[in-house]
């Protein structure tokens, strides 16, 4: 009985320096669904930081969609959402914010303690996207496409998998891009998103040197990245054979490069591409003529696509695509000897690219 009663007792002490439930009923949070981070042009205030709040509404369809935008200048990006929740009634929430933003002009400047801040607060979750805004990320989150069907719907499904598959699309994650950050011999890629007649449009990336926007890629230029570095199926192909337009639908593409020393002893980076698709777009008659010619001069115009890419990356000193990482993998030496080689070696390394195009039909009609 003693025992009995002192188990009783011991319960009961225990459970005095428990603490309650801290989490807050979900009628008094306010969901942030797309984060901005912007330069603010004041030296005391550099950062401008916008937050997307869902409101909850009964209806789910086209236009039902409505969010609450809370912007502030703060010292720190910590400083200044702490600020924005004297502008709110309920608690926020990043526990559902998908979209972080990046101004341009911030991103040309530094990003570390925007990176900072999101990889180290503890409810954002490191699958969230990552992004560029042009102009400014406040201008994107101001955007509110007629055809929302709640809250931040339209960006989550342009770097899902649920919605469109784009091939000018890059999607880069906060792991992911921690990861580029911090590792040697690779450089971050972002989407770019601009405004587009009161909706968004992602076709371009840019490539960053760990800290800063660098380079701007064209569509065509991130839809070549995608190819040669994600084997990304829903994409196409074209070129002019005998001055007449030709698309190829890719099917399926597969690259792979390495890096070693040609017959004059100099380092060359050779990549090996393969496609195999469908015409989508072609002259007339075309089933009959050779496609052996036009899938070796559709080739031809492809490597030199690609080449003007890469070497654009090298002008840059940027690598986005990954070499350094492939040239301390093959060639490790012990420390950090593989990386100050590559150093040296990449701003005047060559580029050999050659690309197999197969065409496996030529569509529904001849």
Same mark, same amino acid.
């Given at each position: 009985?003693?025992?009995?009663?002192?188990?009783?007792?011991?319960?009961?002490?225990?459970?005095?320096?428990?603490?309650?439930?801290?989490?807050?009923?979900?009628?008094? @949070?306010?969901?942030?669904?797309?984060? =901005? &981070? +912007?330069?603010?042009?004041?030296?005391?205030? !550099?950062?401008?930081? /916008?937050? *997307?709040?869902?409101?909850?509404?009964?209806?789910?369809?086209?236009?039902?969609?409505?969010?609450?935008?809370?912007?502030?200048?703060?010292?720190?990006?910590?400083?200044?959402?702490?600020?924005?929740?004297?502008?709110?009634?309920?608690?926020?929430?990043?526990?559902?914010?998908?979209?972080?933003?990046?101004?341009?002009?911030?991103?040309?400047?530094?990003?570390?303690?925007?990176?900072?801040?999101?990889?180290?607060?503890?409810?954002?979750?490191?699958?969230?996207?990552?992004?560029?805004?042009?102009?400014?990320?406040?201008?994107?989150?101001?955007?509110?496409?007629?055809?929302?069907?709640?809250?931040?719907?339209?960006?989550?499904?342009?770097?899902?998998?649920?919605?469109?598959?784009?091939?000018?699309?890059?999607?880069?994650?906060?792991?992911?891009? @921690?990861?580029?950050?911090?590792?040697? =011999? &690779? +450089?971050?890629?972002?989407?770019?998103?601009? !405004?587009?007649?009161? /909706?968004? *449009?992602?076709?371009?990336?840019?490539?960053?040197?760990?800290?800063?926007?660098?380079?701007?890629?064209?569509?065509?230029?991130?839809?070549?990245?995608?190819?040669?570095?994600?084997?990304?199926?829903?994409?196409?192909?074209?070129?002019?054979?005998?001055?007449?337009?030709?698309?190829?639908?890719?099917?399926?593409?597969?690259?792979?490069?390495?890096?070693?020393?040609?017959?004059?002893?100099?380092?060359?980076?050779?990549?090996?591409?393969?496609?195999?698709?469908?015409?989508?777009?072609?002259?007339?008659?075309?089933?009959?003529?050779?496609?052996?010619?036009?899938?070796?001069?559709?080739?031809?115009?492809?490597?030199?696509?690609?080449?003007?890419?890469?070497?654009?990356?090298?002008?840059?000193?940027?690598?986005?695509?990954?070499?350094?990482?492939?040239?301390?993998?093959?060639?490790?030496? =012990?420390? +950090?000897?593989?990386?100050?080689?590559?150093?040296?070696?990449?701003?005047?390394?060559?580029?050999?690219?050659?690309?197999?195009?197969?065409?496996?039909?030529?569509?529904?009609?001849?």
């Amino acid at each position: 009985m003693r025992h009995l009663i002192f188990t009783v007792l011991f319960v009961f002490i225990a459970s005095l320096v428990l603490g309650g439930c801290g989490f807050k009923d979900i009628d008094k @949070r306010f969901f942030v669904v797309a984060t =901005g &981070i +912007d330069h603010s042009d004041n030296p005391n205030k !550099p950062f401008r930081v /916008t937050l *997307r709040l869902a409101v909850t509404s009964p209806k789910i369809e086209p236009g039902a969609g409505k969010s609450q935008l809370e912007t502030i200048d703060a010292k720190t990006i910590a400083e200044g959402v702490r600020e924005l929740k004297a502008y709110v009634d309920k608690e926020l929430d990043f526990g559902h914010c998908k979209i972080f933003m990046i101004g341009e002009k911030l991103a040309r400047k530094e990003m570390d303690q925007a990176i900072n801040w999101m990889t180290r607060r503890r409810d954002i979750q490191m699958i969230a996207n990552v992004t560029i805004g042009h102009p400014t990320a406040e201008a994107i989150l101001k955007i509110q496409p007629k055809n929302e069907r709640y809250p931040g719907n339209t960006l989550f499904l342009s770097f899902g998998k649920e919605g469109t598959d784009s091939s000018y699309t890059v999607t880069e994650y906060i792991f992911g891009m @921690r990861k580029r950050r911090t590792e040697k =011999g &690779i +450089d971050p890629v972002l989407p770019i998103i601009m !405004p587009e007649n009161e /909706t968004y *449009r992602i076709s371009q990336a840019g490539v960053l040197n760990k800290k800063k926007l660098i380079i701007i890629l064209s569509p065509e230029e991130t839809q070549l990245y995608n190819q040669i570095t994600n084997k990304y199926l829903k994409s196409s192909l074209g070129g002019n054979v005998e001055q007449d337009p030709y698309v190829l639908a890719v099917g399926r593409i597969q690259s792979r490069f390495k890096i070693k020393n040609n017959a004059q002893g100099k380092p060359v980076v050779e990549m090996r591409i393969k496609i195999h698709g469908l015409l989508e777009e072609a002259p007339k008659l075309v089933f009959d003529k050779d496609w052996a010619s036009i899938e070796q001069e559709l080739a031809k115009q492809y490597s030199k696509s690609v080449v003007r890419l890469l070497k654009k990356f090298q002008r840059q000193g940027v690598d986005p695509i990954g070499f350094g990482l492939k040239y301390r993998a093959t060639h490790y030496s =012990g420390g +950090d000897k593989s990386w100050q080689e590559w150093q040296g070696i990449y701003p005047n390394i060559e580029f050999d690219v050659q690309t197999r195009v197969t065409i496996e039909g030529t569509g529904l009609i001849k």
